[in-house]
């Protein structure tokens, strides 16, 4: 059974940053592109950034692109994202996703419960 666990969100400082952590388990973890997304409440769920099953390659939507970080690490089956220059407008539940195709992040099979992260003054 798949299993994602999401942790290492809280409030932060406008500027600041933090790291999320999701834990991976029931399935072969590196056979599959990964991803953040999140969601405002009354909002769509957005992608993030995306990483491939090998962790080669990465991508990260404009918004954070360059504050965003995503890594994997396929030995002990956990997804990162290191976020920097944390904006109020980031405020936001952080999923860690599974995806059935790194080229189209739209097709997650797989979401965790999610990490809440608030960033205000």
């Known amino acids: 059974q798949v299993h994602l666990v999401e942790s290492g969100g809280g409030v932060v400082q406008p500027g600041g940053s933090l790291t999320l952590s999701c834990a991976a388990s029931?399935?072969?973890?590196?056979?599959?592109?990964m991803s953040w997304f999140r969601q405002v409440p009354g909002k769509e769920r957005e992608v993030v950034c995306v990483v491939s099953a090998s962790g080669l390659s990465t991508n990260c939507a404009d918004y954070v692109e360059g504050r965003f970080t995503i890594s994997r690490d396929n030995v002990k089956n956990t997804l990162s994202l290191q976020m920097n220059n944390l904006k109020p407008e980031d405020t936001a539940v952080y999923y860690c996703?599974?995806?059935?195709?790194?080229?189209?992040?739209?097709?997650?099979?797989?979401w965790g419960r999610g990490t809440q992260v608030t960033v205000s003054s």
């Open positions: 996703t599974r995806l059935g195709s790194y080229y189209n992040p739209e097709l997650a099979d797989f």
């Open positions: 029931g399935f072969h973890f590196e056979s599959f592109a």
